[in-house]
């Protein structure tokens, strides 16, 4: 008697860990699925910095873009004739330094934030993954810049704003698909907003600071708090 | 009736293989250092692996030259894709049964 429900203990139990196995199993290749496509480490910090930043920027900017002070950081220079053809006249603007720091601020934290998250999920920060999506944003990055550093020199300083806006989303729906899906809805409001925003050429960096700074706020907000508190680090 | 026993691959039963296939379903090429990257392994234990793949076909190599430095790229075959598929059709299997 005793030998039989060892029997039916042992069966049971083989097979209970036949099924736990099988789940482990497809977990794991889902995993491994994931991380060899999917840049994951993005954190909801860098778009939270990012959006600070872009507000700071903006608010810097304000007085210049709307003509309450002397754009030339050394004297006053003759209105430009058709746009901003010259580099010099460019570097000698208020405007341009606010434009590069405000760059460059904004990639170095979100670079940080997101460092320190892969350093955590022991990712590789320059993987396959984070590779392609590196390449995958940069594309419309690049056209945008180099679209909008011709609009400078024909003088359609309006158009700017939306065309930050609107190359920025078209990027991030690019990316979506190497990284956290959730970009995408981001990369559909700053389409979205860019697209409006060309009705309303004198508004431009109200638009722009809403695109990038509470627009990334918001998604970072919800990134963070989707993936990165406590009760969720847990589970990934 | 096949049993969902008889569709899993000995092959496959390795977490280094399976992490290997999985990566390899989904990236058309993956190269020798993205692979120790993503695994966490070593270059020896990786290689016997790749190996063992190689041999039955289930994957495909290339080698080529980035500059003067040789970059070897591994590729999934077509008979290797389906190999992996009845495999995870049959830990389907084998957890749906057990329910």
Known sequence: ?236 | MLKPIDQLNKLFESRVRLGIMSALMVNDAVNFNEFKELLGITDGNLASHIKALEENKIIKVEKGFIGRKTNTTYHITKYGSKLFKDHLAGLEILIKNSK
């Open chain 1, 1 to 236: 008697m005793d030998t039989i429900k060892e029997y039916i203990y042992f069966v049971f139990q083989s097979t209970f860990m036949q099924e736990q196995d099988s789940i482990n199993t497809l977990r794991d290749i889902k995993n491994m699925m994931e991380r060899s496509s999917r840049f994951i480490s993005l954190s909801g910090l860098s778009g939270i910095s990012a959006g600070i930043i872009a507000l700071a920027g903006a608010w810097l900017a304000w007085p210049f873009v709307y003509g309450y002070k002397n754009i030339f950081i050394s004297g006053d220079q003759p209105l430009f004739r058709g746009g901003l053809d010259d580099y010099t006249l460019l570097f000698n603007t208020w405007l341009f330094w606010i434009a590069a720091a405000t760059f460059i601020l904004a990639i170095l934290f979100a670079f940080i934030f997101t460092f320190s998250r892969s350093k955590k999920q022991h990712m590789p920060i320059w993987g396959i993954a984070a590779r392609r999506l590196m390449i995958q944003m940069s594309i419309p990055l690049l056209v945008g810049g180099l679209f909008l550093l011709r609009l400078l020199h024909f003088g359609t300083f309006g158009l700017i704003a939306p065309g930050c806006l609107i190359f920025y989303g078209l990027a991030l729906v690019n990316a979506a698909k190497y990284t956290l899906t959730e970009i995408k809805y981001l990369g559909y409001c700053e389409l979205l907003l860019g697209i409006i925003s060309l009705w309303f050429v004198g508004c431009g960096l109200y638009f722009w600071a809403f695109g990038f700074g509470i627009l990334h706020i918001i998604y970072g907000l919800y990134m963070w708090r989707k993936y990165e508190t406590v009760k969720n680090e847990d589970a990934e």
